[in-house]
């Protein structure tokens, strides 16, 4: 009888889904109560002919949209063929790490009715640079193993749930288009329908496909056009990021001393400072930068965008 299903979403990443797939398979110790479903989201890179001849000793399912349409759609079809009581989702970029498998039935008994939200580090021996290690000390990366998680912290590349839960919650919601959105907009879900959150940094992948600086920012200015505004409309009063209000994001908490020091800090997101800040950050792979120095260098191109919308 199957138990838990493991939900890989991808697209055009046939390499590391192999590399999962084998990882998968040798974590695995009782393969009648697992299975695997990826979800391609229109891959073209051989993904679909990759996995028709792949001989699995683990009930695999493979699910085609045939055109892309987002991540979101992509988890929820996933979701819909899951026979699992329990359902595991990674992103198609990640490889599960040692004792992946095991850390999450450890969790699984620990907070039987929680989500749970694994974590992710990059590759020995990769050579990573300062905007990488950023990435590594933010959010639930940075949080002891068992705490509770604020919904805003929810991160959907590395987690579980039971199906009955994300069943409840309808899913993703398909709304967000393009990075970034609809995890945070899934967290805070759970937890105004009062679902706990628990972090289990034991079960991890690692990230094998780096993102270069430049595709970073294109990342947070397009999440600030498009994702950004929709989750303002659906949590008005839920400030999504703690101190986005000294970079202009919009507050539910309109303090007049806010107003002022936001005004005041204006010139440090204006067009000129970011581009100053994004050469800074360029040089020998950011060895000029600290954690502020990135939070206005991200967080202001998010703003840029948001302005844009």
């Known amino acids: 009888m199957i138990r838990y299903s493991i939900v890989i979403s991808v697209y055009n990443q046939r390499e590391t889904l192999r590399q999962a797939l084998d990882v998968l398979r040798r974590q695995i110790k009782n393969p009648k109560a697992f299975e695997v479903i990826v979800a391609d989201d229109g891959s073209v890179d051989g993904t679909g002919e990759f996995i028709r001849k792949l001989r699995y000793p683990i009930f695999l399912k493979y699910l085609s949209s045939g055109v892309n349409k987002g991540r979101p759609h992509n988890r929820n079809r996933g979701l819909e063929k899951a026979a699992g009581e329990w359902v595991i989702f990674i992103d198609g970029d990640l490889v599960p790490g040692e004792g992946f498998i095991d850390a999450y039935v450890r969790a699984w008994g620990e907070f039987p009715d929680g989500v749970l939200v694994g974590s992710w580090r990059f590759p020995p021996g990769r050579a990573a640079s300062k905007w990488d290690r950023y990435f590594e000390s933010r959010g639930c990366l940075a949080m002891k193993s068992g705490l509770w998680l604020p919904g805003k912290y929810f991160t959907s590349a590395n987690f579980s749930i039971r199906r009955e839960t994300l069943n409840r919650l309808q ?139």
């Open 171 to 309: 899913g993703f919601d398909v709304s967000f288009e393009g990075w970034g959105g609809e995890d945070t907009e899934f967290g805070l879900r759970l937890e105004k329908n009062h679902f706990r959150i628990f972090n289990v940094p034991e079960a991890f992948c690692y990230h094998l496909q780096a993102k270069s600086l430049d595709d970073i920012l294109k990342e947070y200015e397009s999440f600030g056009r498009f994702g950004y505004p929709l989750l303002l409309k659906k949590f008005p009063n839920e400030d999504i990021f703690d101190r986005g209000w000294l970079l202009g994001l919009q507050s539910h908490n309109r303090r007049l001393h806010r107003t002022i020091l936001s005004a005041l800090l204006y010139p440090l997101r204006s067009t000129l400072s970011l581009a100053l800040l994004r050469s800074l950050a360029q040089i020998r792979r950011g060895v000029l930068f600290n954690d502020t120095m990135y939070d206005l260098l991200f967080y202001g191109h998010l703003a840029r965008g948001y302005r844009k919308r």
